[in-house]
Protein backbone atom coordinates (compact mmCIF):
# COMPACT_ATOMS: atom_id res chain seq x y z
CA UNK A 1 0.00 0.00 0.00
CA UNK A 2 1.28 3.68 -0.58
CA UNK A 3 0.68 6.47 1.78
CA UNK A 4 0.94 9.98 1.61
CA UNK A 5 1.80 11.95 5.17
CA UNK A 6 1.95 15.64 5.18
CA UNK A 7 3.81 17.72 7.43
CA UNK A 8 1.58 20.35 7.98
CA UNK A 9 3.75 22.67 10.33
CA UNK A 10 5.74 25.80 9.00
CA UNK A 11 7.58 25.70 11.87
CA UNK A 12 11.51 24.45 12.54
CA UNK A 13 10.73 22.38 15.71
CA UNK A 14 7.53 20.72 15.21
CA UNK A 15 5.42 18.35 17.71
CA UNK A 16 3.48 17.58 14.85
CA UNK A 17 6.36 16.32 12.88
CA UNK A 18 7.85 14.51 15.09
CA UNK A 19 4.85 12.63 15.79
CA UNK A 20 4.36 12.06 11.76
CA UNK A 21 7.94 10.73 11.84
CA UNK A 22 7.33 8.21 14.26
CA UNK A 23 4.46 6.90 11.73
CA UNK A 24 6.52 7.23 9.12
CA UNK A 25 8.73 4.47 10.94
CA UNK A 26 5.81 2.53 11.80
CA UNK A 27 4.41 1.86 7.59
CA UNK A 28 7.84 1.83 6.19
CA UNK A 29 8.71 -0.57 9.02
CA UNK A 30 6.09 -2.16 7.82
CA UNK A 31 6.76 -2.27 4.07
CA UNK A 32 4.85 0.00 3.00
CA UNK A 33 5.34 2.80 0.40
CA UNK A 34 5.20 6.34 2.17
CA UNK A 35 5.77 9.69 0.94
CA UNK A 36 6.39 12.51 3.00
CA UNK A 37 5.37 16.46 2.00
CA UNK A 38 7.40 18.46 4.37
CA UNK A 39 4.97 22.04 3.51
CA UNK A 40 7.96 23.82 4.94
CA UNK A 41 9.59 23.06 2.14
CA UNK A 42 7.19 22.26 -0.39
CA UNK A 43 6.75 25.68 -2.64
CA UNK A 44 3.02 25.08 -2.29
CA UNK A 45 1.23 28.26 -2.98
CA UNK A 46 -1.85 29.50 -1.50
CA UNK A 47 -5.00 28.86 -3.06
CA UNK A 48 -6.33 32.12 -5.22
CA UNK A 49 -8.97 29.69 -6.56
CA UNK A 50 -7.32 30.61 -9.81
CA UNK A 51 -3.44 30.75 -11.65
CA UNK A 52 -2.87 28.64 -8.14
CA UNK A 53 -4.24 25.38 -9.54
CA UNK A 54 -1.14 25.73 -12.71
CA UNK A 55 1.46 25.76 -10.26
CA UNK A 56 3.93 22.78 -10.62
CA UNK A 57 3.85 21.96 -6.91
CA UNK A 58 0.24 22.42 -7.43
CA UNK A 59 0.45 19.75 -10.09
CA UNK A 60 2.99 17.31 -8.25
CA UNK A 61 0.43 17.38 -5.24
CA UNK A 62 -2.20 16.35 -7.10
CA UNK A 63 -0.26 13.13 -8.62
CA UNK A 64 0.88 12.68 -5.29
CA UNK A 65 -2.89 12.52 -3.65
CA UNK A 66 -4.03 10.51 -6.38
CA UNK A 67 -1.55 8.16 -5.86
CA UNK A 68 -2.45 7.66 -2.21
CA UNK A 69 -4.37 4.38 -0.80
CA UNK A 70 -4.19 6.88 2.40
CA UNK A 71 -3.46 10.51 3.60
CA UNK A 72 -2.29 11.17 6.83
CA UNK A 73 -2.09 14.80 7.77
CA UNK A 74 0.10 15.95 10.75
CA UNK A 75 -0.81 19.11 11.61
CA UNK A 76 -0.80 21.76 14.36
CA UNK A 77 -3.56 23.31 16.37
CA UNK A 78 -3.90 26.99 16.39
CA UNK A 79 -6.67 28.72 17.61
CA UNK A 80 -8.58 25.82 18.52
CA UNK A 81 -8.07 24.98 14.26
CA UNK A 82 -5.74 22.77 12.37
CA UNK A 83 -3.74 25.24 10.44
CA UNK A 84 -3.96 26.88 7.29
CA UNK A 85 -1.37 25.43 5.95
CA UNK A 86 -3.33 21.94 6.23
CA UNK A 87 -6.63 23.31 4.41
CA UNK A 88 -4.49 24.95 1.65
CA UNK A 89 -3.49 21.70 1.02
CA UNK A 90 -7.30 20.25 0.33
CA UNK A 91 -8.36 23.24 -1.46
CA UNK A 92 -5.17 22.77 -3.83
CA UNK A 93 -5.68 18.51 -4.06
CA UNK A 94 -9.22 19.12 -4.79
CA UNK A 95 -11.20 16.08 -6.18
CA UNK A 96 -8.09 14.12 -6.04
CA UNK A 97 -8.83 13.47 -2.46
CA UNK A 98 -12.11 11.54 -3.57
CA UNK A 99 -12.42 8.09 -1.62
CA UNK A 100 -9.31 8.30 0.10
CA UNK A 101 -9.25 6.98 3.47
CA UNK A 102 -7.69 10.08 5.45
CA UNK A 103 -6.50 10.16 9.09
CA UNK A 104 -4.99 12.81 11.85
CA UNK A 105 -2.60 13.46 13.55
CA UNK A 106 -2.20 17.14 15.85
CA UNK A 107 0.02 18.69 18.00
CA UNK A 108 -1.64 21.77 20.11
CA UNK A 109 -0.41 23.55 23.26
CA UNK A 110 -2.92 21.99 25.67
CA UNK A 111 -5.25 19.65 25.82
CA UNK A 112 -9.11 21.42 25.39
CA UNK A 113 -8.62 21.73 21.09
CA UNK A 114 -9.02 18.21 20.81
CA UNK A 115 -12.45 18.87 18.07
CA UNK A 116 -9.75 20.83 16.44
CA UNK A 117 -9.86 18.85 13.00
CA UNK A 118 -13.13 18.34 12.74
CA UNK A 119 -14.52 21.15 10.39
CA UNK A 120 -11.43 19.83 7.99
CA UNK A 121 -12.43 16.52 8.27
CA UNK A 122 -16.03 16.93 7.69
CA UNK A 123 -15.18 19.28 4.75
CA UNK A 124 -12.96 16.04 3.37
CA UNK A 125 -15.92 13.65 3.76
CA UNK A 126 -18.55 15.34 2.83
CA UNK A 127 -17.26 17.60 -0.15
CA UNK A 128 -14.66 14.34 -1.46
CA UNK A 129 -16.46 11.83 0.37
CA UNK A 130 -13.18 10.72 2.51
CA UNK A 131 -13.16 7.83 4.55
CA UNK A 132 -11.98 9.41 7.89
CA UNK A 133 -10.30 7.77 10.25
CA UNK A 134 -12.52 8.00 13.06
CA UNK A 135 -10.03 8.17 15.99
CA UNK A 136 -7.17 10.46 15.52
CA UNK A 137 -3.95 11.15 18.16
CA UNK A 138 -3.89 14.35 19.62
CA UNK A 139 -0.79 15.46 21.18
CA UNK A 140 -0.45 18.37 23.59
CA UNK A 141 2.88 20.14 24.74
CA UNK A 142 3.12 18.10 28.11
CA UNK A 143 3.49 15.02 25.79
CA UNK A 144 7.32 16.03 24.87
CA UNK A 145 10.17 16.72 26.39
CA UNK A 146 13.76 18.19 24.27
CA UNK A 147 12.02 18.06 21.22
CA UNK A 148 11.02 14.25 21.19
CA UNK A 149 8.04 12.20 21.97
CA UNK A 150 7.76 11.30 25.29
CA UNK A 151 4.59 9.94 25.88
CA UNK A 152 4.34 6.02 25.29
CA UNK A 153 0.41 6.24 24.84
CA UNK A 154 0.59 8.67 22.36
CA UNK A 155 3.65 6.36 20.75
CA UNK A 156 0.73 4.11 21.24
CA UNK A 157 -1.58 5.73 19.48
CA UNK A 158 0.72 6.56 16.90
CA UNK A 159 1.40 2.32 16.22
CA UNK A 160 -3.01 1.99 16.30
CA UNK A 161 -2.84 4.74 13.25
CA UNK A 162 -0.59 2.85 11.26
CA UNK A 163 -2.24 -0.10 11.87
CA UNK A 164 -5.72 1.56 11.31
CA UNK A 165 -5.10 3.17 8.42
CA UNK A 166 -3.50 0.50 6.68
CA UNK A 167 -6.34 -2.00 7.74
CA UNK A 168 -8.77 0.39 6.31
CA UNK A 169 -7.11 1.42 3.35
CA UNK A 170 -6.60 -2.49 2.37
CA UNK A 171 -10.63 -3.19 3.17
CA UNK A 172 -11.50 -0.55 0.64
CA UNK A 173 -9.66 -1.59 -1.96
CA UNK A 174 -10.40 -5.06 -1.65
CA UNK A 175 -14.03 -4.05 -2.24
Same mark, same amino acid.
Do not use: W
Given at each position: ?????? *???????????????? /?????? =?? &? +????????????????? =? !? !??? !? +?????????????????????????????????????? &? =????? &???? =????AAGG?????????????LMLD??? +????????? *????? *? !? &?? /???PEIS??? *???? +?????????????
Amino acid at each position: MAFLLF *SCSLRDSSRSQVMVEA /LRTELE =GA &G +HEVEYLDLREAGLPLCN =G !D !DCY !D +HPATKALRVSVAAADGIIFAVPVYNFYASAAAKNIVEL &G =GSTFE &GKVV =GFICAAGGRNSYMSVMSLANSLMLDFRC +HILPRYVYA *SKESF *S !D &GK /LADPEISGRI *SEMA +HEIVRVSQALAAS
